[in-house]
């Protein structure tokens, strides 16, 4: 079982950046490709970025934030981060952090096994 705590959310300007965290608890959480995703009102939640299990060599990003936004994994605090830069208006939505046991979900929300409960990011034009 992993419990999955986001934070880091607010109200920024268009522009700005913004860091989520999100911690894990468990002692095998560098076993777990890990995955960002968000949802805005009315819509569907969508994949953002996400990370391999291990040291993270490996990352993938939608190619609506490619270039804007970086996770990265920090093992030894058990935390994944995004940090998300030059920030939209059209990013505002809840963020979500997911863990991948299998390491193969990448995008597939399906493929995620564990869920925080979300931080909203509300980007202000």
């Known amino acids: 079982q992993v419990r999955l705590v986001e934070s880091g959310g607010g109200l920024v300007q268009a522009g700005d950046s913004l860091r989520l965290s999100c911690a894990a608890s468990?002692?095998?959480?560098?076993?777990?490709?890990m995955g960002w995703f968000r949802q805005a009102p009315g819509k569907e939640r969508e994949f953002v970025a996400a990370?391999?299990?291990?040291?993270?060599?490996?990352?993938y990003y939608a190619d609506s934030v490619k270039g804007r936004f970086t996770i990265s994994r920090d093992n030894a605090k058990n935390t994944v981060y995004l940090l998300m830069n030059s920030l939209k208006p059209e990013d505002t939505a809840v963020y979500y952090c997911?863990?991948?046991?299998?390491?193969?979900?990448?995008?597939?929300?399906?493929?995620?096994?564990?869920w925080g409960q979300g931080t909203q990011v509300t980007v202000s034009s």
């Open positions: 997911a863990a991948d046991s299998t390491a193969q979900a990448m995008g597939d929300l399906y493929g995620y096994d564990y």
């Open positions: 468990g002692r095998t959480f560098s076993s777990y490709a």
């Open positions: 990370i391999s299990w291990g040291g993270g060599s490996t990352t």
